[in-house]
């Protein structure tokens, strides 16, 4: 069964750490570029571009997929929840008043752990698009 609840003390930690990770790649004087969309988007496309991460690195990768989140959040009004099922707990992402869920940390990490190479924000209006779609149909 599974239960959809809001963020655990835990689970935000666990969330804030890959994304502190993301946003200190901006210097002291830049960070503030976290906060906006484009700034999000320009670190996801220079991180994936540059090839700094290899495919093995999940943490990292998975930390990219957090900032995905962000993302969704800021741009489609998703809210971070976590979910948990056969023991295991994940962040997600709910859309509110709907049971709709997106699972955005692992959403980098299995393409390029495949060796896919794609554009970010290719993949995330194909993503929007979805998103979009599975709404109207709910």
């Not at 959809?4 to 002291?28: A, C, G, M, N, Q």
């Not at 830049?30 to 991460?53: E, M, P, Q």
């Not at 993949?123 to 979805?130: S, V, W």
């Amino acid at each position: 069964m599974q239960i959809i609840r809001d963020l655990s003390k835990e689970t935000f930690e666990f969330i804030e750490s890959k994304r502190d990770w993301v946003r200190k790649h901006y210097t002291p004087a830049t960070v503030d570029n976290y906060k906006t969309l484009a700034g999000k988007f320009t670190l996801l496309d220079t991180i994936l571009k540059s090839n700094w991460i290899e495919k093995q690195e999940t943490w990292k990768l998975q930390s990219l997929g957090i900032t995905l989140g962000d993302i969704l959040v800021q741009d489609m009004n998703f809210i971070w929840v976590e979910v948990e099922e056969n023991d295991t707990i994940d962040p997600a992402l709910n859309f509110p008043d709907t049971t709709m869920l997106v699972f955005p940390m692992t959403m980098i990490s299995k393409r390029v752990e495949k060796g896919e190479v794609f554009d970010i924000y290719d993949f995330y209006e194909t993503l929007k698009e979805d998103v979009n779609r599975i709404k109207l149909e709910a």
